[in-house]
């Protein structure tokens, strides 16, 4: 695929991980969903999204290389939570502040977040085969 095409099919799948990782934290619990669930499925669904966001920045760089990115960012984001400055910690308490850096550090989260670059591998592998076949379909 073409990097033009390949961003925008990344940045399609990135807004729809989002749109699943923003239900699952607002509707989660209220469905009954357990805690486990709702925390690191957000978590898993955030990496993903890191991993599709990374892919729409660099469409040209190996999956392996945006991968390796995405747990780079997903690292210094969770250790980043070990740091405590006022103005960081008062961006924390935001509902934006909360998505894109949380608040509690766990080494849990790691592993979700590995888990969710696999996804965002596997999603995205998948992606570029259809569009591969559907290609070859094309008159």
């Given at each position: 695929?073409?990097?033009?095409?390949?961003?925008?099919?990344?940045?399609?799948?990135?807004?729809?991980?989002?749109?699943?990782?923003?239900?699952?934290?607002?509707?989660?619990?209220?469905?009954?969903?357990?805690?486990?669930?709702?925390?690191?499925?957000?978590?898993?669904?955030?990496?993903?999204?890191?991993?599709?966001?990374?892919?729409?920045v660099l469409p040209r760089v190996t999956r392996t290389q945006i991968a390796a990115i995405a747990a780079a960012i997903a690292i210094v984001i969770e250790f980043s939570r070990l740091?405590?400055?006022?103005?960081?910690?008062?961006?924390?308490?935001?509902?934006?502040?909360?998505?894109?850096?949380?608040?509690?550090?766990?080494?849990?989260?790691?592993?979700?977040?590995?888990?969710?670059?696999?996804?965002?591998?596997?999603?995205?592998?998948?992606?570029?085969?259809?569009?591969?076949?559907?290609?070859?379909?094309?008159?």
């Amino acid at each position: 695929m073409a990097p033009l095409q390949t961003s925008l099919a990344r940045a399609t799948l990135a807004a729809v991980v989002i749109a699943c990782g923003l239900s699952l934290r607002w509707y989660g619990f209220p469905l009954g969903l357990p805690t486990f669930v709702v925390k690191y499925g957000g978590s898993l669904l955030w990496a993903t999204m890191v991993f599709l966001l990374v892919g729409v920045v660099l469409p040209r760089v190996t999956r392996t290389q945006i991968a390796a990115i995405a747990a780079a960012i997903a690292i210094v984001i969770e250790f980043s939570r070990l740091v405590h400055a006022p103005w960081l910690d008062a961006f924390r308490l935001t509902g934006a502040g909360a998505l894109l850096l949380g608040r509690i550090f766990s080494l849990w989260n790691l592993v979700a977040y590995a888990i969710g670059i696999l996804l965002g591998v596997w999603i995205d592998r998948l992606a570029a085969m259809r569009c591969l076949v559907g290609w070859a379909k094309a008159p």
